[in-house]
């Protein structure tokens, strides 16, 4: 099923237990985190939530899972648009969550990273947690570094997929979904994303026409509950496309 709904976002696939959707950046999936914490309004997430305008499509969502999160398997940032999971009742809720926090999912990202890394790939292996400078951010620990209590291991792969003068597409993998895992990682390797307001360094360059962080969820792999193993893709949006064409 492809269906425009109300927001301007889509349904990439539909059954009893599961919707697929494909977020648009902007919408908040639901009022927690980033939505709750006292930051400056132009940095502030605002309704309406992406979660609400769903169970007004699906009113059954309303029963999996508790307020304000309801059925969202897990979230994207306000500005990350892409793949993001929904399920329609408890048991699917689970099920699907399972497979989230045992690592038995696939999830794939594009990012626009400032900067230019020699090699092709990479790994970055930290420990994540809230800044002690920032509640808005996280911030990456290294191992053997002394850590404030409440930090979790992360883990994400990256490959190169093109170079530019100032900026690299990269197929960033994650092993593990902590908050701004991305976000933070890639700035802890001094190659932050691209047009992200918050994890920028003040003299990080931002291509003509982003007015967003340039960060997809591309692809997903997840066992449904009904037994089959599927694959979902969501493309880059037509304004990010617009971006590359740019730098090329």
Not at 37 to 63: A, H, M, Q, V
Not at 166 to 177: A, D, Q, R, S, W
């Amino acid at each position: 099923m492809d269906q425009a709904i109300k927001m301007e976002f889509k349904i990439i696939y539909e059954d009893n237990d599961v919707l697929v959707v494909d977020k648009p950046a902007g919408i908040v999936v639901f009022a927690e985190g980033e939505a709750t914490t006292k930051i400056p309004s132009s940095l502030s997430s605002s309704g309406p939530f992406l979660i609400n305008e769903l169970i007004k499509y699906r009113p059954e969502i309303k029963n999996a899972g508790q307020e304000p999160r309801y059925g969202a398997v897990h979230r994207l940032d306000k500005d990350t648009s892409g793949i993001l999971l929904v399920a329609k009742n408890n048991e699917s809720l689970i099920f699907l969550q399972k497979q989230f926090k045992n690592r038995e999912i696939e999830k794939k990202y594009l990012a626009l990273a400032t900067g230019i890394i020699k090699d092709d790939g990479g790994k970055v292996e930290t420990f994540v947690g809230r800044s002690p400078a920032d509640p808005r951010k996280q911030k990456a620990y290294l191992p053997g570094e002394k850590v404030p209590k409440g930090v979790r291991e992360a883990v994400t792969e990256y490959k190169v997929l093109q170079r530019f003068q100032e900026y690299m597409l990269l197929e960033v993998i994650i092993k593990t979904g902590r908050k701004h895992q991305i976000r933070c990682h890639l700035t802890h390797i001094h190659h932050p994303v691209a047009g992200d307001k918050l994890y920028s360094f003040k003299d990080s360059p931002v291509p003509a026409g982003l007015t967003r962080q340039f960060l997809h969820a591309s692809y997903l792999k997840i066992q449904l509950l009904n037994g089959q193993v599927k694959e979902f893709a969501s493309e880059l949006p037509e304004e990010l496309k617009t971006v590359l064409k740019s730098l090329n």
